[in-house]
């Protein structure tokens, strides 16, 4: 630069911006930058040479559905902060940002310990959750919302610090839950079906309500609140009501005295009082009984049953109106408690039937024919070569002895008057054209049993009736076979060859086991050739049960085999009018207790042509005084000899077979057997029945 020239110095060039620490110098001009004004945007720093603004980072995220996604960073704070319990599963929930719905699946369970089950709706998914409250099963359904998207995105739910419930039948997580996942590859996640907690709704974003198993066996009227208490449904729907608690006799609980020879299954009873109707309830216990009170009431009330009183799976068979099996139940029960007062000793009893005549199922008009108890069989040195001894003293075969008598007290009233063929209008059999008789067509007999009959009808467990799907071995060799009931103890065994078992009298008296046909295996029979027997087929159409009432141990399916299921697709060309019966099923409201006592030896049998009952010793088959019961063969037999010479006769006549018209005259000199062997269409029928049950 030349100094000593007059002209001016140039400008020299615009410095850059990182000149701000050059030296003051006087002889050189300084020119300071200004600042860059920016309007509308905010001003950044470029990281690369071309001056570009950097690339945003995209936050992994979880598709909800419906369009939603979830930030994976706000659901694994979500995670961290019920871990820590700083929030519950619910708040943390809903802080996310999508919309919850939260809903009541099911209510069950006592009062002292209710279950709830609620379901909670994200998006299109819906999660389940159990608590004892409803709080604790919002919480749960929450937590499993939470921990089922964590799991698909590599990570794990802590548990809950509350114990689980390792006794339901269904896993804390499914196996696909748990699959590794490499996120590395998307950062989307897409949520999977999911078999035991997600469930799509498909369009609908209220979760589904599974439908009452109840309703596949008593019709579809049962909805979701019968999964409700019967006590609960009451209490909403009819406010105001009472329930009258008292000893099963009638008298205040406030006695100086229980009743002593009250039945353990009668020991209390409640009256709902509904305005003017009263229901009443038996139990063990004041709950019991409340609960069965309670559920007589919605019967009547609602027509429909608030709970299944059988198990959930369907049976082929009807069922009776609970109503009718209620007022069965308590009738007999209420017959057997005001008839042994004053014999508290034989008052005790482990099984308890009965047989009850309706008149078009009215229960009006319902009267009680026989009551019986009894759980034994005779023992094999007490058996009577002239039959002066009841082999069998089981409750429900003595009821249907007794109904035979009742039988003969009919017949014995046409016997009497002038023309036996003139119709008696109190009388429960009427004449048939072409001779002989038989039951009302407006009559129904009905069996009550506090239990399931020994053999098939009783080989299931009691606590896996409820199971949401079938039993997979229906068809096991344990069941449909034809049992032995066990001499001197209680319960059957199985026949081993039932074909070629003979059994000998002189084997018996030996010491071989005596062998006595369960009362499944006669039920069965029953269905098939009636409950008049052999002799009184001579003069009497089979006489059908109408329904079997169950006071506990009913399950559909077990039930339905051994009565009639294991013979109903064998059971062809049965002589007229002789045919398979399958009798309505039902479980009475006032359910009986299991009673782990030894039973007695004795059974009491009642029937309506007698004003008091016989004590029958099990043992011996006599009464206790060693004279014969009115229920013997031999009685029988006497009472059948003096009512059929006076009656006109049912035709007996097959295709291959032809019985005589008339009797013999001397009918003082003919055996009991041969007696039977006069009535050959019954015989065909149970030769028919029994090839059947050996298959």
Not at 16 to 33: C, F, G, K, Q, Y
Not at 234 to 257: K, M, R, V, W
């Amino acid at each position: 630069m030349d100094f000593t020239s007059d002209q001016p110095p140039e400008k020299p060039e615009t410095p850059p911006e990182d000149t701000a620490n050059v030296r003051n110098d006087s002889n050189l001009h300084l020119v300071i930058p200004q600042p860059r004004v920016m309007t509308g945007k905010r001003p950044y720093r470029a990281n690369n040479r071309y001056g570009e603004p950097p690339p945003k980072k995209q936050a992994a995220s979880i598709k909800v559905g419906g369009g939603f996604k979830w930030n994976l960073q706000a659901l694994a704070n979500a995670a961290d902060s019920v871990e820590c319990g700083g929030k519950s599963p619910v708040s943390a929930l809903n802080e996310l940002g999508v919309r919850v719905t939260y809903s009541v699946l099911r209510q069950g369970g006592p009062a002292h310990c209710p279950s709830f089950t609620m379901a909670v709706t994200v998006a299109d998914m819906t999660f389940e959750g159990w608590g004892h409250s409803k709080r604790e099963a919002r919480a749960a359904a929450a937590r499993a919302c939470l921990a089922a998207f964590l799991a698909r995105a590599g990570r794990v739910m802590p548990t809950n610090d509350k114990p689980q419930d390792f006794t339901a039948d269904e896993n804390l997580y499914s196996a696909s839950e748990f699959q590794s996942m490499d996120t590395t590859t998307s950062e989307t996640v897409s949520i999977p079906d999911m078999s035991n907690q997600i469930k799509n709704k498909q369009g609908n974003s209220s979760p589904a309500v599974t439908p009452s198993p109840g309703a596949a066996l008593f019709g579809s009227h049962v909805g979701p609140t019968s999964h409700k208490s019967p006590i609960n449904l009451l209490y909403e729907n009819y406010p105001g009501l009472t329930f009258t608690c008292t000893f099963g006799d009638g008298s205040p609980l406030d006695s100086a005295q229980a009743p002593l020879q009250l039945a353990h299954s009668m020991r209390f009873k409640v009256v709902c009082q509904i305005k003017e109707q009263k229901f009443e309830g038996y139990g063990s216990s004041k709950k019991l009984a409340k609960l069965a009170a309670a559920r007589s009431a919605l019967a009547v009330l609602e027509e429909r049953r608030v709970e299944p009183l059988a198990p959930h799976h369907p049976a082929r068979t009807g069922f009776l109106h609970q109503t009718l099996a209620d007022h069965i139940a308590n009738i007999i029960n209420e017959k057997f408690s005001d008839m042994m007062k004053l014999d508290v000793m034989h008052s005790k009893r482990k099984a308890l039937a009965g047989i009850v005549i309706t008149i078009n199922n009215n229960m009006k008009d319902a009267r009680v024919i026989a009551v019986t108890t009894g759980t034994k069989c005779v023992s094999g040195e007490h058996m009577s070569v002239r039959g002066r001894a009841v082999n069998d003293c089981h409750a429900e075969v003595a009821a249907r002895r007794c109904l035979q008598r009742h039988l003969y007290a009919e017949l014995l009233k046409y016997a009497s008057q002038p023309d036996p063929r003139v119709p008696i209008l109190e009388s429960d059999l009427e004449p048939v054209a072409g001779g002989g008789y038989q039951l009302k067509p407006n009559r129904q007999v009905h069996l009550y049993i506090s239990t399931a009959p020994c053999g098939d009808g009783r080989i299931f467990s009691p606590h896996e009736q409820h199971e949401p799907e079938p039993d997979r071995h229906p068809n096991r060799l344990a069941r449909g076979q034809l049992r032995t009931k066990i001499e001197s103890g209680e319960g059957t065994i199985p026949v081993k060859n039932s074909v070629n078992t003979v059994q000998t009298w002189d084997g018996v008296m030996q010491g071989e086991r005596l062998l006595t046909m369960s009362c499944s295996d006669k039920v069965a029979r029953w269905c098939v050739v009636g409950l008049q027997g052999a002799l009184l087929s001579r003069v009497l159409r089979p006489v059908y049960l109408h329904s079997l009432v169950l006071g506990s141990l009913l399950h559909p399916h077990h039930m339905y085999r051994a009565i009639c299921g294991r013979i109903e697709a064998f059971i062809t060309s049965l002589p007229p009018p002789y045919r398979l019966q399958r009798p309505l099923l039902a479980r009475a409201a006032s359910t009986e207790a299991r009673t782990p006592a030894r039973a007695p030896t004795f059974s009491v049998c009642w029937c309506c042509t007698t004003p008091d009952p016989e004590v029958l010793n099990a043992t011996t088959g006599k009464l206790e005084n060693g004279q014969p019961s009115l229920l013997c063969k031999q009685s029988m037999f006497a009472r059948w000899q003096h009512v059929v010479r006076r009656l006109p006769q049912l035709p007996q006549e097959l295709d291959d077979v032809k019985a005589p018209a008339q009797l013999p005259s001397n009918l003082e000199s003919l055996l009991y057997k041969e007696a039977k062997q006069m009535c050959p269409v019954y015989q065909v029928s149970t030769k028919s029945c029994g090839r059947v049950m050996t298959i």
